[in-house]
């Protein structure tokens, strides 16, 4: 087995060459002109900490060269890479900078798994001659992690998208608000006609965390991000590759706000905080003019610190909003996220009001037939996390130490979230946008503990999200994860040693 057969996700075209070996030497060189300055730092510092080679960036090229390329790679959209080895070098091409950050994730893998070592080791740097074609599936591939629960440092959030980005996984999606907390600053705006007082979120709802007992410990972490922390972990994750999509859930998920905002609620008295991890039974009011007036601010502030497209206002488990309200209230946030200039994504309940064109539906439980006819009729993009295949809190087996265990079905290892196909109940390929995994945390304390419950898990899923059907295969993508766990080993990220694959 050679390190062409190991490659996770897997590429669309890989062909082995009959020709010699590359073999880096300690006098190569990285060849990139200065739109590809970025991806080739980043392979420089991989390779250089691997090697322990100088490997200079220049823009000459000669034989022995790794050489990065911006060009028209093979028609296979804008994250298209293409990767040609031979004796006399390697050569990676592509049209964007996504593109090259995709290709050099595949070339780190070529490279033995040593390569990962934080200290020079004396391996032999030899990759088969190879042509690689590859391009993803879907074009979104996130994660998310649910911030509110639990807090994560902004140290926190950019170590968890140096793991998930080598895998191409390119969306981190993050859950700011929910009924233990409000996670993200909101400025005091001048024109503020009912007194609202913002600063109220993060200094009250910033303190606030789910506590389960079973949990280590107990009670979740506090902390918010002010919004440079939140422009901070967004410019990191794009030299990753990685958007940022923010979420505030509402009308359900939302008595963080009700404490901290006593014009929200009807008798106008602030909620006691709460650290319970039940959901399903807080809401806000449809018919006070505050509440309206109160999330065109907070959206037209995050929408003006988000660099992405998407704008996520959540939508789900508004159990004790009624549905009249619920859809007076959606129809009325859906407007005012749109009108902020974003795509406004929510979860799938809010597909029971009418979508601004080019709606993100996230399909997690639940009803698919009105996800379908609004794919069908508004043209709405699906993002699909069904939490029999992407949820990456539940439980491996019944005895693991943390994660939950409602989702029926479960509890669930790589495989179920490997075998199935996120094109299903009709929906077309062009009507998915993507697939996410998300990572709700009321039993998760730390990334060590997040790393956990995602890996293998999200290896699964960026598969699925990046490889065709055609290229997968459930009894090769064990053999490859098996491959894979020295590598994880390697960057020091606590993964799951799923019993029935054999780990290298
Ligand atoms: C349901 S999934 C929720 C979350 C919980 C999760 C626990 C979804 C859209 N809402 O509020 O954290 O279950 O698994």
């Known amino acids: 087995m050679n390190t062409t057969d190991t490659l996770i996700p897997r590429p669309s075209h890989v062909a082995l060459q009959d020709s010699p070996a590359f073999r880096l030497a300690?006098?190569?060189?990285?060849?990139?002109?200065?739109?590809a300055a970025q991806p080739a730092e980043q392979l420089a510092s991989l390779l250089r900490a691997g090697t322990g080679f100088e490997l200079p960036i220049v823009e000459d090229t000669r034989p022995g060269d790794i050489s990065l390329e911006f060009a028209e790679a093979f028609d296979g959209g804008p994250e298209a890479y293409t990767l040609n080895v031979t004796e006399d070098g390697v050569r990676l091409t592509a049209r964007t900078q996504a593109g090259l950050f995709n290709g050099v994730q595949t070339l780190r893998q070529l490279f033995p798994a040593s390569i990962e070592k934080?200290?020079?080791?004396?391996?032999?740097w030899v990759i088969p001659a190879v042509d690689i074609a590859d391009a993803p599936r879907f074009a979104y591939r996130g994660l998310m992690l649910d911030v509110a629960r639990s807090f994560f440092t902004v140290e926190e959030v950019?170590?968890?998208?140096?793991?998930?980005?080598?895998?191409?996984?390119?969306?981190?999606?993050?859950?700011?608000?929910?009924?233990?907390?409000?996670?993200?600053?909101?400025?005091?705006?001048?024109?503020?006609?009912?007194?609202?007082?913002?600063?109220?979120?993060?200094?009250?709802g910033g303190q606030g965390a789910v506590e389960v007992p079973a949990a280590v410990?107990?009670?979740?972490?506090?902390?918010?991000?002010?919004?440079?922390?939140?422009?901070?972990?967004?410019?990191?994750?794009?030299?990753?590759?990685?958007?940022?999509?923010?979420?505030?859930?509402?009308?359900?998920?939302?008595?963080?706000?009700?404490?901290?905002?006593?014009?929200?609620?009807?008798?106008?008295?602030?909620k006691p905080m709460s650290t319970t991890p039940d959901v399903g039974w807080s809401t806000f009011s449809a018919d006070l003019p505050a509440t309206y007036e109160f999330v065109r601010e907070v959206l037209s502030q995050l929408a003006a610190i988000t660099d992405g497209p998407y704008l996520h206002i959540g939508g789900d488990e508004a159990h004790v909003t009624g549905h009249d309200d619920y859809v007076a209230m959606v129809q009325q946030f859906v407007r005012i996220g749109a009108?902020?200039?974003?795509?406004?994504?929510?979860?799938?309940?809010?597909a029971a009001v009418e979508l601004p064109e080019g709606a993100v539906i996230q399909y997690w439980h639940g009803d698919f037939a009105p996800v379908?006819?609004?794919?069908?009729?508004?043209?709405?993009?699906?993002?699909?996390?069904?939490a029999a295949n992407t949820y990456l809190d539940q439980?491996?087996?019944?005895?693991?130490?943390?994660?939950?265990?409602?989702?029926?079905?479960?509890?669930?290892?790589?495989?179920?979230?490997?075998?199935?196909?996120?094109?299903?109940?009709?929906?077309?390929?062009?009507?998915?946008?993507?697939?996410?995994?998300?990572?709700?945390t009321e039993t998760v304390r730390n990334n060590e503990q997040a790393q956990w419950l995602l890996y293998p898990r999200a290896?699964?899923?960026?598969?699925?999200?990046w490889s065709g059907q055609e290229v997968r295969n459930a009894g090769d993508f064990r053999r490859r994860l098996g491959a894979l766990g020295e590598r994880l080993a390697q960057q020091g990220v606590a993964f799951q040693a799923a019993p029935d694959v054999e780990w290298s």
């Open 26 to 35: 300690p006098t190569a060189r990285i060849r990139a002109t200065a739109p």
């Open 118 to 124: 934080a200290d020079a080791s004396s391996a032999e």
């Open 158 to 204: 950019k170590a968890q998208i140096d793991v998930m980005a080598q895998f191409k996984l390119n969306a981190l999606h993050l859950h700011l608000t929910d009924d233990q907390s409000w996670r993200i600053e909101i400025h005091e705006p001048e024109q503020n006609p009912s007194g609202l007082p913002y600063a109220q979120l993060t200094a009250l």
């Open 217 to 270: 410990p107990a009670r979740g972490r506090e902390g918010f991000y002010t919004q440079q922390d939140f422009k901070d972990i967004q410019a990191y994750a794009a030299t990753k590759n990685v958007l940022v999509i923010p979420e505030i859930d509402f009308p359900g998920h939302v008595n963080a706000a009700l404490a901290a905002i006593p014009q929200l609620n009807p008798d106008g008295q602030a």
């Open 339 to 350: 009108e902020t200039g974003k795509t406004v994504v929510g979860w799938n309940e809010f």
């Open 372 to 386: 379908v006819r609004q794919a069908e009729e508004s043209g709405a993009k699906v993002i699909m996390s069904p």
């Open 395 to 440: 439980k491996y087996a019944s005895d693991s130490p943390i994660g939950l265990e409602w989702v029926e079905g479960g509890p669930f290892t790589w495989s179920e979230y490997y075998n199935w196909d996120p094109a299903q109940g009709g929906l077309k390929d062009h009507q998915i946008l993507g697939v996410e995994g998300p990572l709700w």
């Open 459 to 465: 290896v699964s899923l960026a598969e699925v999200a």
